[in-house]
T-cell receptor, first 114, second 109 residues
Framework: EAQVTQNPRYLITVTGKKLTVTCSQNMNHEYMSWYRQDPGLGLRQIYYSMNVEVTDKGDVPEGYKVSRKEKRNFPLILESPSPNQTSLYFC?????????????FGDGTRLSIL | EDQVTQSPEALRLQEGESSSLNCSYTVSGLRGLFWYRQDPGKGPEFLFTLYSAGEEKEKERLKATLTKKESFLHITAPKPEDSATYLCAVQDRDDKIIFGKGTRLHILP
């Protein structure tokens, strides 16, 4: 089954404790992206990657890191999480970024930073 | 600056009562407009892509249309299972994607 898998689905942690949210897709997609979704603000892009070893900042990259060492994986790293990073996070992928390809989303990771 | 505005924020309909959701946009060089459906606790699920003014696409009870300034998602004779949040997104000439805040649709049986 074609899917985007995120782990963990839920995480409660404390300020300053480094964490990684993993994202993996099995569709051989070139493009991958991370979003956060907050009430009243909608989906906002954090980082995206056009292909292996190519990443770029989205609209709200501060406090986040990403890496793309393999085509299928795109982890999101919070080096020193803060309470304002409490949110619902989505990973997405698409076949080719240009040519208007729709994105396939994971089921989300709900992070609570205390 | 690119902008996507969806209205209404929330909509309650009786089963069978047709209506439309609106997505108005301001974008530098539209490359595509996307509609997604999002159920509680799930990620957005792709519905349609529209590329140019005048284009229409249909899927079951849903029909999406596009003009130069807005898109409509028409829902004909909706059922309770159509209840969800519907998201609109645009892709600009730089391939940047901007999402609207969504319309929460609730269909009453």
């Amino acid at each position: 089954e074609a899917q985007v898998t995120q782990n963990p689905r839920y995480l409660i942690t404390v300020t300053g404790k480094k964490l990684t949210v993993t994202c993996s897709q099995n569709m051989n997609h070139e493009y991958m992206s991370w979003y956060r979704q907050d009430p009243g603000l909608g989906l906002r892009q954090i980082y995206y990657s056009m292909n292996v070893e190519v990443t770029d900042k989205g609209d709200v990259p501060e406090g986040y890191k990403v890496s793309r060492k393999e085509k299928r994986n795109f982890p999101l790293i919070l080096e020193s999480p803060s309470p304002n990073q409490t949110s619902l996070y989505f990973c997405a992928s698409s076949l080719i970024w240009q040519k208007n390809q729709p994105q396939h989303f994971g089921d989300g990771t709900r992070l609570s930073i205390l | 600056e690119d902008q996507v505005t969806q209205s209404p924020e929330a909509l309650r309909l009786q089963e069978g009562e047709s209506s439309s959701l609106n997505c108005s946009y301001t974008v530098s060089g539209l490359r595509g407009l996307f509609w997604y459906r999002q159920d509680p606790g799930k990620g957005p699920e792709f519905l349609f892509t529209l590329y140019s003014a005048g284009e229409e696409k249909e899927k079951e009870r849903l029909k999406a249309t596009l003009t130069k300034k807005e898109s409509f998602l028409h829902i004909t004779a909706p059922k309770p299972e159509d209840s969800a949040t519907y998201l609109c997104a645009v892709q600009d000439r730089d391939d940047k994607i901007i999402f609207g805040k969504g319309t929460r649709l609730h269909i009453l049986p």
